[in-house]
Nanobody
Framework: QVRLVESGGGLVQAGDSLRLSCAAS????????MGWFRRPPGKGRAFVAL????????FYADSVKDRFIISRDNTKNTVYLQMNSLNPEDTAVYYC?????????????????WGQGTQVTVSS
């Protein structure tokens, strides 16, 4: 079983930046792709960003492209989400997830483990 623990959320103003972290344990972290998803208030969970096992491949949702950066440090078993130029539409609970394989996906069906989530609130 993999255990994922997110941190770094909080309340910020529009235009600010935040960096989320997700620490993994219980599995060989470097063998698996990772993803970030978010659930805005009253809405369903949505894909945000993904990164391959090696870190060489990334992909972003259109809504965050050019503002968010996903990265990972396999020596620390941690994946990050750097969020810049935040706006109120980014308000959500953010979840990290571990892929079933080394190749991550935009579909939540391809992830086998999820963190508990961290709240990000952006005020206007």
């Amino acid at each position: 079983q993999v255990r994922l623990v997110e941190s770094g959320g909080g309340l910020v103003q529009a235009g600010d930046s935040l960096r989320l972290s997700c620490a993994a344990s219980g599995r060989t972290f470097s063998n698996y792709g990772m993803g970030w998803f978010r659930r805005p208030p009253g809405k369903g969970r949505a894909f945000v960003a993904l990164i391959s096992a090696s870190g060489s491949g990334t992909f972003y949702a259109d809504s965050v492209k050019d503002r968010f950066i996903i990265s990972r440090d396999n020596t620390k078993n941690t994946v990050y989400l750097q969020m810049n130029s935040l706006n109120p539409e980014d308000t959500a609970v953010y979840y990290c997830a571990v892929s079933k394989t080394g190749i991550a996906s935009v579909s939540s069906d391809n992830y086998s483990g999820w963190g508990q989530g961290t709240q990000v609130t952006v005020s206007s």
